[in-house]
């Protein structure tokens, strides 16, 4: 499904933007979601129920929500719709922060605060949620910068940046497989994410350093190796913070791990646009793109630096990401297919 889902979105949501109307990408979830509301309903009133009484605490998810909120709209707005230097973004990096640390402090004084401290005070999540923020953020990005990469740069036509697209998000759902797969095998299973993400970075530098050298079928193969080698990070993160935790908590280190997710998503695409608008033009931002966009000659070397910066900022998070996941502690994985270790393993 989700295979299906990474490759056919993209191509539907075109189809249903050219020939419908754009709402369309956004009225299509609500069948979709009754229909996996009624799947998962039917399928998890067959688990077995661990009731347990809970304070919600509504005002730490309040404080949460509101802080990202503002941050992403300082990130959106910036350079675009306001001045970096301007007192309405720099008030909404302000309140960000102000709002993150009344959140933390937040954490702290709830009787069982919306992410519990002990979940926070575990190594292992912090760093997997690090990694998480900056890989599948990474992979966010690209999938959005990518089609206008080969259209401002390469000339590239609609269909062939699709194609692109289709490459890369197949890649990476079957380094996902493949990872899925080789996790419960190996005892050394940071090898799979280690071998990963430097695949990713090597294809990154290369498009940094020959911006404008390769033809559409080239950036396809290079794009389908990269995302083989970053989608690795999608099952890895997910097994390794709900190894990590008590199984009372798998469901909220899941869903901690998703919200962080997106919010690196979220925050990689703002770095990248910040890259490419801030480069043509501070004030006439998306504006200033489309009009660029459609000239045809002239601009293609300019756009090349631009997006040389942006492939390396991309290259620089999956080092980070890389180094999150080197400092993760390996430890037994849990369920029914765990191997009793040796002595000199459990010793080490």
């Not at 661990?50 to 404080?63: F, I, N, S, T």
């Not at 697209?165 to 080789?182: D, P, V, Y």
Request: proline letters at 6%; hydrophobic letters at 60%; glycine letters at 10%.
């Amino acid at each position: 499904m989700f295979m299906t889902a990474s490759i056919l979105g993209p191509v539907l949501g075109g189809l249903l933007t050219d020939y419908v109307h754009w709402s369309m990408i956004f009225w299509i979830n609500l069948p979709l979601g009754a229909l996996a509301l009624l799947m998962t309903n039917r399928a998890l009133r067959r688990l077995p129920r661990r009731e347990r009484p809970h304070r919600l605490d509504v005002l730490g998810a309040m404080l949460m929500v509101a802080a990202a909120v503002a941050l992403l709209l300082a990130l959106a707005w910036g350079g675009s719709a306001y001045a970096w230097g301007s007192a309405q973004v720099l008030g909404l990096f302000a309140a960000s922060a102000a709002l993150w640390a009344l959140f933390a402090w937040r954490l702290m004084r709830a009787p069982e605060p919306f992410i519990p401290l002990s979940m926070m005070r575990e190594p292992v999540v912090g760093a997997i949620v690090v990694a998480a923020f900056f890989a599948i953020g990474t992979i966010i990005g690209l999938s959005i910068f990518m089609p206008l990469y080969m259209e401002l740069v390469l000339r590239a036509s609609a269909s062939a940046s699709g194609v692109v697209l289709i490459a890369f998000m197949g890649g990476a759902t079957l380094g996902s497989l493949l990872a899925g797969r080789l996790l419960s095998r190996l005892d050394r299973y940071k090898r799979v994410p280690l071998a990963g993400l430097p695949l990713g970075i090597a294809v990154l530098a290369a498009f940094a350093i020959w911006p404008e050298r390769f033809s559409p079928l080239e950036v396809a193969a290079l794009l389908a190796i990269g995302g083989l080698g970053i989608g690795t990070m999608y099952p890895t993160t997910t097994v390794l913070i709900q190894n990590a935790v008590p199984p009372h908590q798998v469901g909220t280190a899941t869903g901690t791990l998703n919200f962080f997710r997106q919010l690196g998503g979220a925050i990689v695409v703002a770095i990248f646009g910040s890259i490419v608008l801030g480069g043509l033009d501070a004030h006439a931002g998306g504006a200033m793109l489309l009009q660029r966009l459609a000239e045809v000659g002239g601009a293609t070397a300019d756009f090349a630096m631009l997006f040389r910066w942006v492939f390396i900022t991309a290259a620089g998070f999956l080092a980070a990401a890389t180094v999150a996941v080197a400092c993760t502690a390996e430890r037994p994985l849990r369920g029914p297919a765990m191997r009793p270790q040796s002595a000199p393993a459990a010793a080490e």
